[in-house]
C-alpha cells in the first residue's frame, strides 16, 4: 500500500495536454511538472496522437528511466483523457510505472454526456471500456478524482498537500499553464 511521509514535501508530477484544434491530425503537446510539495523542480515533454489510442504509452515514455520517477509519490492527471479522447488507462499506467495515479476533475463528469461524445469516435466500446477500469469516481470536497495503484484516502491527501490555493493542484496548474504559453504564446487564465 503506498504511504506518504507524515510531514515534508510530497513528490508528484502532474500532467496535462495543451489546447489543440479539434479535428486537426497535429499531435498534442502534453506538459509533466514535477514538484516537491508546491515546489517546481522539473519538466518533463510529450506528445499524443488527438483522439488516439497512445495516451498510456506516450504517458509512460515520458516518465520511464527518466531521473523524477524514482523520486515521485504519485502521477496526477488533468482527467482521464489527452488530446480529445485519447483515453489513459490509469490501472496499466499505475502498474507500469509503479505509483498511484491520480486523475484530478474539476467536477464531477456528466457520464451520460461521455457516452454520447464517444460514440462519434472509432472503437467508442474500447474507449468506455478503459474509461469504466479507471473505478470509482471519488468526490470529497474539494477533489473529485479517480486512483489506481492506492486507495482514496491516499489520493485525497496527496492532493490536499500539493494544492497551494484554490482547489487545482500545483503541479497541474503549472502543466496547464506551461502546455498553454508554449502553444499560444503565453498562458490562459485559468487552469
Not at 496499466?92 to 469516435?121: M, N, T, W, Y
Not at 500545483?170 to 504564446?185: D, N, S
Amino acid at each position: 500500500m503506498a504511504r506518504l511521509p507524515p510531514q515534508g514535501l510530497v513528490p508528484t508530477v502532474g500532467l496535462d495536454d495543451a489546447p489543440f484544434v479539434r479535428g486537426s491530425r497535429a499531435a498534442v503537446p502534453v506538459a509533466g511538472v514535477v514538484c516537491a510539495g508546491t515546489r517546481f523542480e522539473g519538466l518533463v515533454w510529450g506528445r499524443v496522437r488527438p483522439d488516439g489510442w497512445n495516451a498510456t504509452a506516450a504517458l509512460r515514455r515520458m516518465l520511464e528511466g527518466g531521473k523524477f520517477l524514482p523520486q515521485l509519490h504519485a502521477v496526477l492527471l488533468d482527467g482521464i483523457t489527452l488530446g480529445g479522447f485519447n483515453v489513459v488507462d490509469l490501472d496499466a499506467l499505475s502498474q507500469a510505472l509503479g505509483k498511484p495515479c491520480i486523475a484530478f476533475v474539476h467536477r464531477a463528469p456528466d457520464l451520460c454526456a461521455v457516452e454520447r461524445a464517444l460514440q462519434k469516435l472509432p472503437n467508442p466500446a474500447r474507449r468506455l471500456a478503459i474509461l469504466r477500469r479507471a473505478g470509482e469516481i471519488h468526490a470529497g470536497p474539494p477533489f473529485v478524482f479517480q486512483v489506481r495503484g492506492a486507495d482514496a484516502s491516499f489520493a485525497a491527501e496527496v492532493l490536499g498537500r500539493v494544492t497551494d490555493t484554490g482547489r487545482v493542484p500545483e503541479p497541474l496548474r503549472l502543466a496547464h499553464l506551461i502546455a498553454a504559453a508554449v502553444v499560444r504564446g503565453e498562458s490562459g487564465h485559468r487552469a
